[in-house]
């Protein structure tokens, strides 16, 4: 009973700091992982001991997988050096740059052990830094950068942390023998991906209660990830990969009033699992911290406030050494920019708070029980992870609204853009279906909805298209009043589903204008069906 009601306290907790940091403007994380903190310095409070086996998986695998279920395979495709320089440049010299400022600090740490701190802190959690510019509104090819590094980031990390758990029980350190493995590791749990995906659409196709798809929906994820880890290959690549595959087909195999319920309940799941995972990291710091004399606290503080400023220095660095790099490049072949600009470069630099991975990984660690070695420094190690991810949250998560503003990267429009041209096409589609369709006089007067429809989508579009600026609204339901012709509207919903679907297709528009469009439409269909409902006779 004691547990469920910190866990009850802790979630209201949550949303509380949630709702504060809409108000002043800053990640909710920033502030969930200042209560953690302060949780785990509280005298009375209680210890909660988290299986590290656990942990991965249960803070891991949903959100990643709802993050890669909205990425735009066009839009990594076309960011594809920045991404990749990011989740593996990046991360390889956060690895090294901790790894080596940490046997600095404490030299008879073990090399793999200091590897694994590095493995562990190296990944930024994109949710922090999105969820602040989303707001602002930047250049959608920042966002894109953002998210998409925030996919195979982990994935890198999380495969030298592996190995260096790895070579910690055998004694050894990394070297070349590891590239086979990593090598199999990465193209297995693409593979595996694949077939997963597949399995899972032809489940997931064939159900039909909201209920049923969303708990089918969690234990697929749950499923994914555990069948990777017991194969030994990576959770992280394999579900990344399912998530992209099923993303492609799952908008025509699930009907609307499945998924606008079940991305609800995805959305809610996520911001659940994040207020846990920072706050049951105070919880596990808390039996670390009573052991702390005040020798301990001046040294371990110490040692995290050198591993932060290595992680913060390590990835500007390559952020701003790789932009520049390329802008010279191309200065010299002439050819058109598409890097990063200097100003954009400080920003995507800036954007390095540490999040759920980071303290997903350190709470795996060994502990020590059933006959298994606690992993060495594990105490050290624990304390410096979530330092660094407490001290990038204040420190970049709080600055970056300011330097933001300060830059002035302002929307391109690309979105917007996508957005109304999705419109018109799908009202084009629509209006096509309908012209099918016997001349009635319901039938006649869903046309001319249908027409006064387009008309206005096709005036915004043309408004964007030559000022950059327009409302933001969508049009309204293009259907007559309830005792239209219901067979003629769904044949034409349907029609503007598949233009919709064929536009994504072909890389007219990326998946953040489809996602809108479509939610306009599951909208649509749910209101005719509330309509229909309503209209027949008990």
Known sequence: ??????????????????????????????????????????????????????????FVAPVLLDAAFDASPRDLRANWRPVAGLALGAVVLTVIAVAVAVRWMVPAMPWAAAIALGAIVAPPDAAAATAVLKQLKPPHRLLVILEGESLFNDASALLIYRLALGAVAAGGVLGWSAVPTLLVVTVGSVLLGVVLSRVSLRINSSVEDVSTAVITQFGSTFAVWILAERLHLSGILTTVIYAMTISRTASTLTPARIRIPSYAVWEVAVFVLNVLAFVLVGFQLKTIVARFDRETWLEYGAIAGVVTGAAILARFAWVMGAGAFTRWRQGKSKSSPVTLSPRAAVLVGWCGMRGIVTLAAALALPTGHDGVAAFPYRDLILFTSFSVVLGTLVVQGMTLRPLMTRLKLDDDGEVDHEVRLARVETLRAGLEATNESPGTEMSALVRRRYELQLRRARQLLEEHSLTGTGTHAGPSSPWGPPTADADMVRTAMAAGRRRLADLRADGTIGDAAFQQVEQELDWSELDLQQILRAESPE
């Open 1 to 58: 009973m004691l547990v469920f009601e910190i866990v009850i306290g802790l979630l209201l907790g949550g949303a509380g700091l949630a709702a504060l940091s809409r108000r002043i403007g800053t990640p909710y994380p920033a502030l969930v992982a200042l209560a953690g903190a302060v949780l785990a310095l509280v005298p009375g409070s209680p210890e909660l001991v988290l299986d590290p086996e656990l942990a991965l998986t249960l």
